[in-house]
């Protein structure tokens, strides 16, 4: 009871305009003018601060302007950054050759390891389940055709392999002959997308159109070793590029090469 009945406790108040030491607030110019080290980087900030206060008001169309500057400025550098061709991965190389014989399917699937024939075949398919991996279709003509996720060089030696296994589990006078690259399927990343609309209008041979992609046949030059033999080039708006049917590395890096420009134009930066 005494303590309610207390007289309240008196405040001491400070007279109008005093304020502490410790929490005085200043204005930017006396920071810049008690600033006796700093007095240079106490007059760009009070600098900064006026012309944010001053240009806060009436520019901000200007503001908008010097952004679409920046960003115009941005897309026309970026535009000349096109995607190196050595970066094509190849998801898989397809190669045929002939052991220059008739063979016994029957009797082979008996003695190869780790094939697969179906009593109704004429052929059967053996695979190394071990890196590197390959697969390879033998029929009874003494056609073989080799599908692995390398190189030509590297699928060429794979091919060796095969036809040294034959000649060491069924056949010794199995022969290595007529080797060729029949398809290459490689893929890269443009780094940007691709605005799909516009690039079907500006291509001509646009065999297909799927969601979000298109595929595009791009023909070969005169006088190449192949020919004018076209390559299939599947484009998604994501900047994803997948080559198929390409008889080289080579050949599918010229045909990217060659839809470059167009990629080009109709890229999206964005």
């Known amino acids: 009871i005494a303590s309610h009945c207390a007289p309240p406790r008196s405040r001491r108040v400070r007279p109008s305009g005093q304020r502490s030491a410790g ?14 080290g700093g007095s ?32 115009a400025g941005s897309v026309a550098a970026q535009s000349m950054e096109l995607p190196a061709l050595g970066d094509l991965s190849v998801l898989h190389c397809c190669a045929m050759f002939d052991l220059g014989m008739a063979l016994d399917i029957k009797e082979m699937a008996r003695l190869l390891p780790n094939c697969v024939h179906l ?42 392999k095969v036809a040294r296994l034959v000649q060491q589990r069924c056949y010794p006078d199995a022969a290595f002959k007529r080797f060729r690259i029949i398809s290459v399927m ?9 605005h799909i609309d516009g690039l079907v209008d500006d291509l001509p041979e646009v065999v297909s159109r799927g969601p979000g992609s298109v595929t595009v046949n791009v023909p070969g030059r005169e006088g190449e070793a192949q020919g004018n033999v076209a390559t299939l080039v ?22 990217v090469a060659r839809l470059l420009p167009q990629l080009s134009k109709h890229g999206r930066w964005w």
């Open 23 to 36: 929490f005085a607030r200043r204005r930017p110019s006396e920071m810049a003018a008690s600033s006796g």
């Open 119 to 160: 009593a109704e075949d004429t052929f059967l398919t053996i695979a190394r389940l071990r890196e590197p991996r390959w697969t390879a279709t033998i029929h009874a003509k003494g056609a073989v055709r080799i599908i692995a996720t390398c190189g030509e060089e590297e699928l060429r030696v794979h091919a060796k």
């Open 234 to 255: 599947q484009v998604s708006e994501k900047g994803l590029i997948r080559v198929q049917k390409a008889r080289s590395l080579k050949e599918a890096s010229a045909a």
């Open 40 to 71: 240079g980087a106490g007059a760009s900030i009070v600098h900064q601060l006026g012309e944010r206060e001053g240009g806060s008001s009436g520019s901000g169309g200007g503001r908008m302007a010097n952004a679409g500057q920046r960003a």
């Open 186 to 194: 490689a893929f890269c990343h443009l780094g940007f997308q691709v």
